[in-house]
């Protein structure tokens, strides 16, 4: 069967970029595991979407004008009940629409509270060789230790497991000696995501950071996808 584009035949040539609920309901449908996450509008909306979810969550500034949230102040974290849930909301889009007039506010999203290791799996185009895949230790220690390796798109299964063993990290992920890491789920996402891209050749870049692994599995917390 042919897989459908994400984007229209008359949008292809188009640069976009799929942000925070749009990027996770292309990935949602792709298979790929993801932090329960929802929109909400309104503090009420949120509390009720907290619920449903269960505590502890954390609360996103949700905005296709802005791509690192965390720069705006637009992540809370660790919130343990309905009262902090509507304090978050409340100051997330006061500082929003202080720090930045004009720019479009969608509402907040409320997300399960992720936990286990932080890992990034990115991937781009690359003009000479075609898409590339990237896959590290993710948040704040991509840029700090600089841990990641690459590989050429389509993989095989050894290339997944090539690839998580060039970590320098490798040794801890595979001999822990605190929480364990699910090995064989990480080796599946990547290739998840390897076959992902080489379905839809209109994703120009990917960067799905972090992404949390532990015993249970592997969960997308926070996406940007680049099409056109």
């Known amino acids: 069967m042919e897989s459908q584009s994400i984007v229209s035949k008359g949008e292809v040539k188009m640069e976009r970029l799929l942000l925070g609920v749009e990027a996770f309901d292309f990935l949602e449908k792709e298979g790929i595991p993801i932090l329960k996450t929802v929109l909400a509008k309104d503090e009420n909306e ?28 637009g992540i809370r974290v660790n919130l343990k009940d309905e009262g902090e849930v509507r304090a978050a909301f409340t100051e997330i889009v006061r500082t929003f629409t202080s720090d930045h007039p004009g720019q479009r506010l969608e509402g907040v999203v409320v997300q399960k509270l992720g936990k286990g290791l932080e890992l990034i799996v990115g991937t781009m185009t690359d003009q000479q060789f075609g898409p590339v895949i990237m896959f590290g230790l993710g948040g704040i220690f991509v840029e700090a230790l600089n841990d990641v390796s690459f590989r050429l798109i389509p993989l095989e299964a050894r290339d997944a497991k090539e690839i998580m063993e060039d970590l320098q990290v490798y040794k801890i992920l595979k001999n822990p000696r605190g929480e364990k890491v699910n090995l064989e789920a990480v080796q599946n996402f990547i290739l998840q995501v390897s076959c992902l891209v080489d379905k839809h050749p209109e994703i120009r870049e990917m960067d799905l950071n972090p992404i949390f692994a532990s015993p249970k599995g592997v969960e997308v917390c926070d996406a940007r996808i680049k099409i056109g």
């Open 46 to 73: 949120a509390v009720m979407t907290a619920s449903q979810i269960g505590f502890p969550v954390a609360l996103k500034v949700s905005s296709p004008d802005i791509v690192h949230k965390t720069e705006t102040g």
